[in-house]
């Protein structure tokens, strides 16, 4: 693997410069990293998005990026149609990579990246960034030691209003930008991740229903969905129900699981991070987010009673995968491997939606790596 010298620091590069890019780049300061080149849709929104977010200096493209011998890891921002070409671009350059999710818009093209990055020798990262919320990691740990029992259902969730109204739109309803999915895609593969990371189960089956509630956007036709639902089997045996809407008012970023075991059961809402509800037959209680909880690994990074956020987990994924590029293995650090395994999902969801039908997550994807063998690497 091609790691980053440990007497210099990280060189971050960002292809993209929305939200995410501010985001991202956060993340990166607080990582220690020196912020060399971002790269937008036109040059000068590169020099704007430069000086906005506090990077070195606007560069004209992707590849430029890329090249520059000072950027060891270049962070793809783009909209999620762009990501193949801009992640291979890094690639191409022997890059460490994290890309946001969907790593890409089919499964072919998310298996292409991650073959590409294990030929090239470098990490490439997926910020499903959830994972790295100290509550989370104590449910996980809960689960593993078998403190809750046998876990039989997960009932979960992911809700949103921000695409509520018709007039409500984004680059993400447009199929050509966004992908054939966009709430499930987009949201969706958070919520499954995070089932499957905390469980320590794969989604083996599932039957969906999906819905696109406008079939206008701000006078664009709409084809990908507003509402996803779920039953789905993981490999345990346990059975599942999930819904995922981009249109349920006033529910702004309501992640939420909650996992029944034979002895217990665990409940985590994102929009309350710092809580974890554990549940019992005869009593039922708040555990609140500690730094000696089992699990926590060292990602509470202040004391009890002062609360963490998204920023602070997205600033934990990001120095995880700084410091795996450096040749350290971090525990639970969302990998391609992951965005693969997320894609295959969606791929399942879409065409259980399509057809009426169970489908196995791995077989739905069959049809398209026959049809879109991997492409050559670097």
């Known amino acids: ?128 960034i959830y994972r790295y919320h100290p509550t989370v990691r104590h449910a996980r740990a809960l689960i593993a030691s078998g403190e809750i029992g046998r876990v039989l259902t997960v009932d979960a969730s992911y809700l949103q209003d921000w695409l509520l109204a018709e007039g409500d739109t984004n680059w993400r309803a447009d199929t050509a930008s966004g992908g054939q999915s966009r709430a499930f895609a987009d949201i969706g593969s958070h919520l499954c991740d995070l089932i499957e990371f905390v469980t320590g189960s794969s989604i083996v089956s599932l039957s969906a229903r999906t819905k696109t509630v406008h079939a206008e956007r701000g006078g664009a036709r709409v084809t990908n969905e507003d509402i996803a639902a779920l039953i789905v089997e993981l490999d345990s045996g346990a059975l599942g129900t999930l819904l995922v809407s981009q249109v349920a008012p006033g529910r702004k970023n309501a992640l939420v699981f909650e996992i029944h075991g034979s002895e217990q059961s665990v409940r985590f ?17 708040i555990l609140l987010r500690s730094p000696d909880a089992p699990g926590d690994r060292g990602l509470s990074i202040v004391p009890d009673g002062h ?72």
């Open 269 to 285: 809402a994102q929009e309350r991070p710092e809580e974890l509800w554990i549940g019992a037959r005869e009593s039922s209680r």
């Open 1 to 128: 693997m091609t790691g980053i010298d440990s007497d210099r620091r990280t060189g971050a590069g960002f292809i993209g410069a929305g939200f995410m890019a501010a985001v991202h780049s956060r993340a990166a300061r607080a990582a220690g990293a020196r912020l060399v080149a971002v790269a937008s849709s036109a040059p000068e929104r590169s020099r704007a998005a430069a000086l906005q977010l506090g990077i070195e200096k606007g560069v004209d493209d992707a590849a430029s990026v890329a090249a520059n011998p000072d950027v060891t890891v270049v962070h793809v921002c783009t909209p999620n149609a762009q990501h193949l070409a801009d992640t291979m671009t890094a690639l191409t350059q022997r890059k460490h990579v994290i890309c946001e999710k969907p790593l890409a818009t089919t499964v072919a093209d998310a298996m292409t990246l991650a073959a590409a990055a294990d030929s090239a020798g470098v990490v490439g990262a997926v910020p499903f």
């Open 307 to 378: 609360p963490m956020g998204y920023q602070d987990a997205f600033n934990a994924f990001v120095a995880d995968a700084y410091a795996a590029a450096g040749g350290a293995f971090p525990d639970g650090l969302p990998t391609f491997q992951d965005g693969v395994r997320a894609a295959h999902v969606t791929a399942a969801v879409l065409q259980s939606a399509q057809t009426g039908e169970w489908v196995s997550v791995l077989s739905a994807s069959r049809p398209e790596q026959d049809d879109n063998t991997l492409r050559s690497t670097l």
